[in-house]
């Protein structure tokens, strides 16, 4: 039975393996109920149809107090998928 994952769903899943910080994409697969091998295609899918790599974020744990307070400001009040939506604060 072959699964077909809506865009929406393979969008939030490598902003999840982009961001897992020291955790493996194995893991964040088996988080997600995904073959491990699903989400490395998605992975190459996005890089080449990009055509640059993806840049490894930083976890919000590793950023400044300064971009914390930014992405407070930011997100306060949104919900759903406004807040899927938001990208965190350029990185210095």
């Given at each position: 039975?072959?699964?077909?994952?809506?865009?929406?769903?393979?969008?939030?899943?490598?902003?999840?393996?982009?961001?897992?910080?020291?955790?493996?994409?194995?893991?964040?697969?088996?988080?997600?109920?995904v073959?491990?091998?699903?989400?490395?295609?998605?992975?190459?899918?996005?890089?080449?149809?990009?055509?640059?790599?993806?840049?490894?974020?930083?976890?919000?744990?590793?950023?400044?107090?300064?971009?914390?307070?930014?992405?407070?400001?930011?997100?306060?009040?949104?919900?759903?998928?406004?807040?899927?939506?938001?990208?965190?604060?350029?990185r210095?």
């Open positions: 039975m072959v699964i077909r994952y809506s865009e929406a769903f393979i969008e939030q899943a490598l902003f999840k393996v982009y961001s897992r910080g020291t955790r493996t994409v194995r893991s964040v697969a088996e988080e997600l109920n073959n491990c091998h699903t989400v490395k295609n998605w992975m190459k899918r996005k890089a080449v149809g990009s055509g640059v790599l993806p840049v490894k974020e930083k976890r919000p744990q590793d950023w400044t107090p300064e971009q914390q307070l930014i992405a407070l400001h930011q997100t306060h009040g949104l919900s759903g998928e406004a807040l899927l939506k938001w990208t965190p604060p350029s210095q």
